[in-house]
């Protein structure tokens, strides 16, 4: 449908009431299908229920909708049946006639499709129920649930542009200013500087050209909250720019979105046409004399670009090369003019600022880091997915009640926070809460969000050398100390995991680790061995049995460990001989495989077939020179 | 082709600021970027060739060879990583016989590894001719593998 022009604020809000007030059906079916769901099948899921509910002649009081992401990335894919919010996770399309059938038609819950946590026990069919919600404030990501991210109509009717609209109605630029200020927002990309004083700070810069940049070149592996935000909701970004224009009095903004995430560029892309379709963005916005408009740049393929001084560069059409700081962009930014650069869940929670009153916003959180924070949470832990938390909630309520604590079996040993710039936090310390300062304090960052955790069966060497092998592959080059640095302690801790490792590496590492920490260029080579610095305080032990004891605790570095064949247990069927694909294994004299350590690659390939009855394949969490022919002597 | 490039440059004011947003149109036209585009960049928006190349080589976006008819991904992102992202590439590798970031003409297969692609929940996570798959595990790959090759 085409947008006809909005011309006044009037408009707008009679739009808005008419759209809210018209005749819905009573029930809405929402299908999660932001990239997550539909890596996992939304789509078909989607066709199967579209078909069904046809079939069943319920066009007229269902609506099925496609949303973005929902935050229940683990039980994907799912749906959700208002008005009542019935939750179905991980939902097959073969289960949809019966779903159609019990809930849509006689709006029975089915048991059997709910969700339990494990099987047999008690069901939590509404979605309020869930216990991993309970600890949850929502404020962004809850909008996710109905909201249709490729209709402008569908935002207004979640009362989207309210807090344009209420700017635009008399509020001055320094009294938006204000009231971000108030509401303590902070830089959501990592370093938590006051977004109302970086706005401030531009407004000041008088009448020159500004700019406005939201950064979407979420570039920390195992962190997406942003995709989550663009895909899901690409409007209020826009919004918090538009709004951030008019207060620091800034005619164009751009948006940059990393090129892994297509969706997010096309969702951002025809979110964007709406707006401006609508005439909320370009000259004379609702009738004013503010004229504001954004463009989107696809990113190419660079972590550094996320840098802010890089993504400038790479936005000019230059290589993603991060500069000295001072200047910093709000003085000097993109074409030497100032320039606002937020992050996209910064922008995000603008127009909830603006709307509700910095009051509300402030009220949750902690005394210095105000609102919530979306976490990706992911890796060893039971419910994986974007958590949306108040400041201040610990790490330990995060990853137990939120996160479900560590898969059946395991015990969690630390979580990592704030990418490869940040640090590994042990279960110790669980009980710090999630606020800028305190992770800062304790070795870490918060980061944009990416809060991976870990158990028993991940090694601490392993990991620090895959957050160096990655600012070592990621290092733009123009600074010695990032570029040679992240090479040289990759070829360290490559030696410890070999099993070469001496005491003394150790005592390099940290030296290392100082200087790129005091000389580098840039944020990424200053906070490059933050992974190697929280590990040497808090899980030295590991790191020195992997060089003293020539151990490696989680059985995971490979010159560290071995695999022998039991032959009292062996039932002698020779699966292990066939999976080898090193040809290690041979059958000995007596008729029983055996392991030459010599020419094994330790791949666990044999210990993966080996018959669980028999578990005759042995994991030895040491070098294996001698333990083979021990146990086979035996 | 001089044409379509002729067609991609007419579309974008002469501004340094479009170089990228033309490679990544070239490259999505032609599936790389061949010399000739890079030449025509270079004089379209008046850089020096070099400072184009520089650029091409910078972002992993764009390559400067055409890719392969099957295409897998395999990423490395942090929650990949602890959940057996390693193993699971060297056993792409393995059965597909190419190193990561390389491709096997013969099976027409390019194989490589990508950072980060924000499915950490689904983790580990191979993309499979632009398909993505969710918690991937060594023991399936075989299938993949053979799924892949045998269709043309």
Redesign the interface.
């Known amino acids: 449908m085409n947008q006809k022009r909005i011309r006044t604020v009037g408009e707008l809000r009679a739009l808005r009431t008419r759209l809210q007030a018209a005749q819905k059906p009573p029930r809405l079916v929402s299908v999660s299908a932001a ?2 769901g ?3 099948g939304a789509m078909a899921l989607a066709a199967a229920l579209d078909e069904e509910i046809g079939r069943r002649g319920l066009e007229g009081s269902v609506e099925l909708r496609l949303t973005g992401c929902h935050g229940l ?2 039980f ?1 894919p799912n749906v959700v049946i208002f008005p009542e919010k019935i939750f179905y996770p991980n939902l097959v399309p073969e289960k949809v006639p019966w779903l159609v059938e019990e809930t849509l038609v006689h709006g029975r819950i089915v048991p059997e499709l709910a969700f339990r946590e494990s099987s047999g026990s008690q069901i939590f069919p509404r979605l309020e129920d869930l216990p991993f919600l309970k600890k949850q404030v929502r404020w962004l990501l809850d909008r996710h649930l109905t909201l249709d991210p490729g209709r402008l109509e569908s935002y207004l009717e979640h009362g989207g542009f309210m807090a344009l609209e209420k700017v635009l109605s008399g509020i001055s630029p320094e009294e938006v200013i204000n009231l971000v200020q108030a509401s303590g927002l902070r830089g959501r990309g990592g370093a938590g500087f006051p977004t109302g004083l970086k706005w401030r700070l531009a407004r000041q810069a008088g009448q020159t050209e500004k700019y406005l940049i939201c950064n979407g070149d ?7 909250m942003d ?1 989550g935000l663009l895909e899901s909701n690409p409007f209020s970004i826009i919004e918090g720019m538009i709004i951030g224009g008019y207060a620091v009095g800034a005619a164009l903004g751009f948006i940059y979105i990393r ?3 297509p969706l997010a560029i096309e969702r951002m892309s025809v979110a964007l046409e709406k707006v401006r379709e609508a005439g909320l963005l370009g000259k004379n916005i609702l009738g004013s004399d503010f004229s504001f408009d954004l463009e989107l ?7 550094v670009s996320g840098e802010e001084t890089a993504l400038i560069a ?7 090369f991060p500069r000295q700081r001072p200047p910093f962009p709000v003085v000097r930014g993109l074409w030497g003019q100032p320039t606002v650069i937020n992050n996209v869940e910064t922008w995000a929670n603008v127009p909830m600022i603006i709307e509700q009153g910095p009051s509300w916003f402030a009220r949750m959180g902690t005394a210095h880091s105000k609102g919530t924070k979306i976490f ?1 949470l ?3 832990v039971r419910y ?3 958590v949306e938390v108040p400041f201040g909630l610990t790490l330990r309520e995060v990853i137990e009640e939120v996160g479900g604590g560590p898969e059946p079996g395991q015990r969690i040993k630390a979580v ?1 926070t704030g ?1 490869p710039s940040g640090g590994c936090l042990p279960a110790s310390l669980f009980d710090l809460p999630l606020d800028y300062e305190s992770l800062q304090k304790a070795g870490s960052i918060m980061g944009s969000g ?1 809060m ?1 955790v ?1 158990d028993e069966a ?1 090694c601490i060497v392993d ?1 620090i050398l ?2 160096l092998r ?1 600012a070592r ?2 290092s ?1 080059g123009q600074c010695a100390p990032c570029r040679l640095g992240t090479a040289r302690m990759v070829r360290i801790l490559e030696k410890i995991t070999r099993g070469e490792g001496r005491p003394e590496d150790l005592e390099l590492l940290e030296k290392a680790s100082w200087t790129m920490r005091e000389a580098s260029l840039c944020g990424l080579g200053r906070t490059a061995a933050n992974p190697v610095l929280s590990a040497l305080s808090y899980f030295r032990d590991e790191l020195q049995r992997h060089v003293l004891d020539g151990e490696c605790p989680a059985g995971v570095c490979r010159g560290l460990i071995s695999y022998t064949i039991d032959k009292h247990r062996c039932g002698g069927c020779l699966l292990c001989l066939d999976a080898c ?1 090193a040809e290690a294994i041979e059958v000995a004299d007596d008729g029983y495989p055996r392991i030459d350590q010599k020419l094994c690659t330790r ?1 666990g390939a044999c210990l ?1 077939v080996c018959p669980a009855d028999l578990s005759a394949v042995i994991k030895l969490n040491k070098k294996g020179a001698g333990a083979g022919e021990g146990s086979r002597e035996e | 082709m001089t044409e379509k490039l002729e067609t991609i440059l007419a579309s974008l004011p002469a ?7 033309f ?2 149109l070239v490259q999505q036209e032609l599936d790389y970027l061949p010399e000739e585009a890079l030449r025509a960049a270079a004089d379209y ?1 008046a850089v020096p060739p070099a400072e184009v190349y ?2 091409v080589t ?5 390559r400067l060879k055409p890719g392969c008819r099957h295409e897998v991904t395999v990423c ?8 057996g992202a390693g ?1 699971l590439a ?1 056993e792409f590798s ?1 059965l597909l016989g190419v190193r990561p970031g390389d491709k096997n003409p013969e099976k027409g297969v390019a194989l490589r590894t ?10 580990p ?1 191979v993309v499979v001719d632009g398909e ?3 918690r991937v595990q ?2 399936k790959v075989p299938e993949i593998v053979k799924k892949l090759t045998g269709k043309k």
């Open positions: 990239s997550c539909r890596a996992s990335c683990q994907e979420e570039g920390d592996p195992g962190a997406y995709r090129q892994e995430y740049i696809r990113g190419a393929g660079a972590f790479s936005i000019e059409g230059r290589r993603a990706s992911v890796g060893k994986t997915g974007l990592q990418g990416g991976i870990i991940t990991l895959y957050f990655f592959e990621e733009c694909p791949c993966t | 501004e340094r600021r479009y170089l990228i947003l490679l990544h928006f520089g650029l910078f972002y992993s976006a764009f490395q992102g942090t929650a990949c990583h602890v959940r193993e060297a393995r990508v950072n980060c692609l924000g499915c950490c929940a689904l983790a996570v993505y798959q969710g060594v023991s």
